[in-house]
């Protein structure tokens, strides 16, 4: 299986790397890095392109021994580990446009004489938006929600809650964005087996570029302001502050000595923090706070 999705990751990753060019016009830079502890992977970067400000759609392999922290977590001892995974974050220029973020992976644990124990596949994809065009987030709902209705009809609505609570600036009261899906833990079981479930991945993983690429298409030569572009750089500091605090990627891979160029890739590049800054009551940018204040249904009928 780990062989199986690798494989898969490094051809999702050229795919949207390729679609990501042939739209901005700009290249992302490869580095191709080794972990001292096992393991190793390929980061891919862009930045300061025609559309997209930042972009990175890094996948990595790595392996070894379990960090203490992580076997008092999963209440294991002396435990081995395998994780492979595709990461992306998208951070666009124009406002209008929302940055998105999408991971795909997959974990084994081993116990001490090297016998697999545990497997299980992870990830999702969500929308962090600036301002509201609810079409676009609807369009993006609809394509999580077909991928999920052709294995079981209540998968969306399950991760799609469960996305809503994971990406939650508990500190704030707020959400990171418009939600999307999210699944972890996902192991066999008398609905799905693992090739199942690698199926079901597969089939997320593969819908990315239409769920995000039309939103981009759309709002990519929209006009915006010094005002407009001010207020994208304080929302980024809120997603900033969940990637630092909350994230669970990004604190695995603090812990298993992951490379930090990679983990942190995620990070905008210009980002505010404007001391207790509210937006003008009855604002566009007002409209946005008040939708993640709460989450929302954007599907009727779920």
Same mark, same amino acid.
């Given at each position: 299986?780990?062989?199986?999705?690798?494989?898969?990751?490094?051809?999702?990753?050229?795919?949207?790397?390729?679609?990501?060019?042939?739209?901005?016009?700009?290249?992302?830079?490869?580095?191709?890095?080794?972990?001292?502890?096992?393991?190793?992977?390929?980061?891919?970067?862009?930045?300061?392109?025609?559309?997209?400000?930042?972009?990175?759609?890094?996948?990595?392999?790595?392996?070894?021994?379990?960090?203490?922290?992580?076997?008092?977590?999963?209440?294991?001892?002396?435990?081995?580990?395998?994780?492979?995974?595709?990461?992306?974050?998208?951070?666009?220029?124009?406002?209008?446009?929302?940055?998105?973020?999408?991971?795909?992976?997959?974990?084994?644990?081993?116990?001490?004489?090297?016998?697999?124990?545990?497997?299980?596949?992870?990830?999702?994809?969500?929308?962090?938006?600036?301002?509201? !065009?609810?079409?676009?987030?609807?369009?993006?709902?609809?394509?999580?929600?077909?991928?999920?209705?052709?294995?079981?009809?209540?998968?969306?609505?399950?991760?799609?809650?469960?996305?809503?609570?994971?990406?939650?600036?508990?500190?704030?009261?707020?959400?990171?964005?418009?939600?999307?899906?999210?699944?972890?833990?996902?192991?066999?079981?008398?609905?799905?087996?693992?090739?199942?479930?690698?199926? !079901?991945?597969?089939?997320?993983?593969?819908?990315?570029?239409?769920?995000?690429?039309?939103?981009?298409?759309?709002?990519?030569?929209?006009?915006?302001?010094?005002?407009?572009?001010?207020?994208?750089?304080?929302?980024?500091?809120?997603?900033?502050?969940?990637?630092?605090?909350?994230?669970?990627?990004?604190?695995?891979?603090?812990?298993?000595?992951?490379?930090?160029?990679?983990?942190?890739?995620?990070?905008?590049?210009?980002?505010?923090?404007?001391?207790? !800054?509210?937006?003008?009551?009855?604002?566009?940018?007002?409209?946005?706070?008040?939708?993640?204040?709460?989450?929302?249904?954007?599907?009727?009928?779920?």
């Amino acid at each position: 299986m780990k062989e199986s999705f690798y494989k898969y990751i490094e051809q999702l990753q050229d795919k949207i790397t390729l679609a990501l060019e042939d739209l901005d016009g700009s290249k992302f830079k490869e580095d191709i890095w080794v972990r001292s502890e096992g393991g190793g992977g390929r980061s891919r970067v862009l930045e300061n392109g025609q559309i997209f400000e930042k972009g990175g759609v890094n996948i990595s392999a790595v392996h070894g021994s379990l960090p203490n922290s992580l076997q008092e977590y999963f209440g294991v001892k002396d435990a081995q580990f395998y994780a492979c995974g595709l990461s992306l974050v998208i951070h666009p220029k124009n406002p209008m446009v929302p940055t998105v973020h999408a991971n795909w992976r997959y974990f084994e644990m081993y116990n001490e004489n090297h016998e697999m124990v545990d497997q299980w596949f992870g990830g999702g994809l969500d929308l962090t938006p600036y301002y509201i !065009f609810e079409e676009d987030i609807i369009h993006f709902h609809e394509v999580c929600k077909r991928g999920c209705d052709k294995f079981q009809k209540d998968f969306y609505k399950v991760f799609k809650e469960k996305c809503d609570r994971y990406f939650w600036n508990t500190h704030r009261n707020e959400a990171r964005g418009v939600g999307g899906l999210f699944f972890d833990y996902c192991k066999a079981d008398d609905d799905m087996s693992i090739e199942k479930w690698y199926e !079901f991945v597969k089939e997320i993983g593969d819908s990315f570029l239409d769920a995000y690429l039309p939103i981009v298409k759309k709002r990519h030569s929209l006009n915006y302001s010094d005002e407009n572009r001010k207020w994208q750089e304080i929302r980024r500091g809120r997603y900033v502050e969940f990637n630092l605090v909350h994230d669970k990627g990004t604190l695995f891979g603090l812990k298993t000595n992951g490379r930090i160029e990679s983990i942190l890739m995620s990070l905008p590049p210009v980002v505010q923090w404007k001391y207790d !800054f509210h937006p003008v009551e009855g604002s566009e940018e007002a409209k946005l706070e008040a939708i993640l204040k709460e989450p929302k249904k954007w599907i009727s009928n779920i």
